[in-house]
T-cell receptor, first 111, second 113 residues
C-alpha cells in the first residue's frame, strides 16, 4: 500500500528557481524521509525528519513536517539542472523500520 | 550506491522460469529490504530481514522468496508464480534503530517475456 501521496506528480522549473514538493500520509509515523532517484538508478537519501521535529535543513534542502495535518514538504532552493530527478517521501511507522513510499514527484530543472 | 551491490543490472528471462537477484552489502548493516518499482510508481516492499536467518513478508510477497543465511547477502528469487514479474528491483540495507536511513543498491531491471 502507498502510505504517501506526493504533489505535484511532475514539476518543471528553470534553474535558479525554488522547487516545492508536498507529501501527505495516512497513519502515525516515527519519522519521514525524503529520497532522490535519478532515472534508472537506486535511491539516495536526502534528509530524515523525526515526528517530534517541525523543520530541518540540509544545504539547499528544507523539510517541514506537520503531524497534525499528516503532511510534509521538501523545498529545494536555487535549483540546478543536476537536481533533475524523481523525489520520494517515505514514512517509517516504527515497525521494523519498514518504509512506505509515496508515488514521487518528477522534477525537471531547465537551463 | 556505496556499499551495496546488485547484480546483474539487466536480466532477461522467459516466462515460467525462476530467477534469483543478488544483493550484497559490506556496510555491516543488520537489516535488509527488497522493493519493487513499476514505471512511474513508488517503491513497494516485497520482503525484509532484520537479522540473519530471519525474514518477514512485505506488502507484495506473493510469488517471491528470499533467504538470509549471511549478514552480507539477501538474495531474492522471483518464482514462476509471480504473475507480473517485469519490474525494477531495488535492495536496501540499514543499521538497526529508527533514526537511520536506508542505503540503496543500484537496482536490477528484470524483463520476463
Amino acid at each position: 500500500s502507498q502510505q504517501g501521496e506526493e504533489d505535484p506528480q511532475a514539476l518543471s522549473i528553470q534553474e535558479g528557481e525554488n522547487a516545492t514538493m508536498n507529501c501527505s500520509y495516512k497513519t502515525s509515523i516515527n519519522n519521514l524521509q525524503w529520497y532522490r532517484q535519478n532515472s534508472g538508478r537506486g535511491l539516495v537519501h536526502l534528509i530524515l525528519i523525526r515526528s517530534n521535529e517541525r523543520e530541518k535543513h540540509s544545504g539547499r534542502l528544507r523539510v517541514t513536517l506537520d503531524t497534525s495535518k499528516k503532511s510534509s514538504s521538501l523545498l529545494i532552493t536555487a535549483s540546478r539542472a543536476a537536481d533533475t530527478a524523481s523525489y520520494f517521501c517515505a514514512t517509517d511507522t516504527g515497525t521494523a523500520s519498514k518504509l512506505t513510499f509515496g508515488t514521487g514527484t518528477r522534477l525537471q530543472v531547465t537551463l | 550506491d556505496g556499499g551495496i551491490t546488485q547484480s546483474p543490472k539487466y536480466l532477461f528471462r522467459k516466462e515460467g522460469q525462476n530467477v534469483t537477484l543478488s544483493c550484497e552489502q559490506n556496510l555491516n548493516h543488520d537489516a535488509m529490504y527488497w522493493y519493487r518499482q513499476d514505471p512511474g510508481q513508488g517503491l513497494r516492499l516485497i520482503y525484509y530481514s532484520q537479522i540473519v536467518n530471519d525474514f518477514q513478508k512485505g506488502d507484495i510477497a506473493e510469488g517471491y522468496s528470499v533467504s538470509r543465511e549471511k549478514k552480507e547477502s539477501f538474495p531474492l528469487t522471483v518464482t514462476s508464480a509471480q504473475k507480473n514479474p517485469t519490474a525494477f528491483y531495488l535492495c536496501a540495507s540499514k543499521p538497526q534503530g529508527s533514526i537511520y536511513e536506508q542505503y540503496f543498491g543500484p537496482g536490477t531491471r528484470l524483463t520476463v517475456t
